[in-house]
């Protein structure tokens, strides 16, 4: 189809786009850093990167106005603490660009209550949110369908949890395309440099860390080592093992798990070992856990304190980001409404 070639043609780009958000519903934790950050901070080099607070999408859990504004500048203080460069990546919110808005419109006409219905995501939702089960909470695929292809994105990095809603954006992108017979969107694929997704367990043993998971189930950038040492002693754990080599239940296979991730190779052989001869003293193991979380977070710590107060810089990053990402999706949108037949008089 020649339209179809005209814009391909048109939107050529030499670098891969890479398209990610969090929501902004509390302060980030190791499971944002690990599942998506790091990857987000990685990426910025190589690739034509948009990443932003998903404010939208936070709606769902009505905010109050003051926590809203105070969540969003929260996050973006602690993208820029983690290592993400507005001269590299497009930082954004994404309410600054509603061209996202009109997509998820559109998607939405095309999107399938029995398939929204049946997403993990939204099962868990009624479950823990049952007097507020909201059209926000069902569309939640399409509008994160639209965050990703507004910008045309191949590459998304985020954590196994987001696994089947990369599926749905998929589904979404490939049933636009041929209910117009065009071959505009790509397909986006979720992405960890060719590794399996990331989950980080919380600390109340079932379950992955979350912002909204409850007091005490996350360890976040921004958390006092106090409060780290609070939470990691507080750590859901078992009576031990009782024979060599026993297989390690889920609460303590987490433990481990954390530790693989902020410790050193030395120090979880070592617990390893213990817990093999049945030897282990969670109560020493969880003193280590909490000191080398403790390390690692001190430099986001220190550089979040020093951020916030800097609001000239963060409504200069914000302003900067809004702009390239409107540029970026109002392009689409344009090509999306001719391609769907909105042409103007
Ligand atoms: P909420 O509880 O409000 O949903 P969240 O902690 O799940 O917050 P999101 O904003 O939903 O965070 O997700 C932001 C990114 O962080 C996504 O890429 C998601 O996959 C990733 N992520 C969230 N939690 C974890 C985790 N425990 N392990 C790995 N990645 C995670
Ligand atoms: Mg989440």
Redesign the pocket.
Known sequence: MIFSEFIFNSTKKTMEIVV???????N?????Y????KNFISMQNEHDCYFFI?DY??LT?HPTPHDLHGNVKQVLVEYLAAGLDPEKATLYIQSDVPETAELYLFLNMNAYIGELERCTSFKDKIRQQPQNVNAGLLTYPTLMAADIIIHKATKV??????EQHLEMTRQFANRFNRLYNVDYFPEPQAYNFGKS??????LLGSG??????GEGN?IFLADEPAAIRKKVMRAVTDSGPTIPNQEKPETIQNLFQLMSVVSSKDAVNHFNDLYNNCQIRYGDMKKQLAEDMIRFTTPFRERIKELLSDEAYISKVARMGKEKARASAAKTIQEVREIIGFKSF
């Open positions: 990610s958000g969090i929501r902004p519903t509390g980030l934790h190791l499971g944002n690990f599942g998506a950050l998903a999408h936070s859990t990095p985020v954590g196994k949890d987001q997704l990331v989950r980080i367990p919380g992955k860390m979350g912002k909204s998971e996350a």
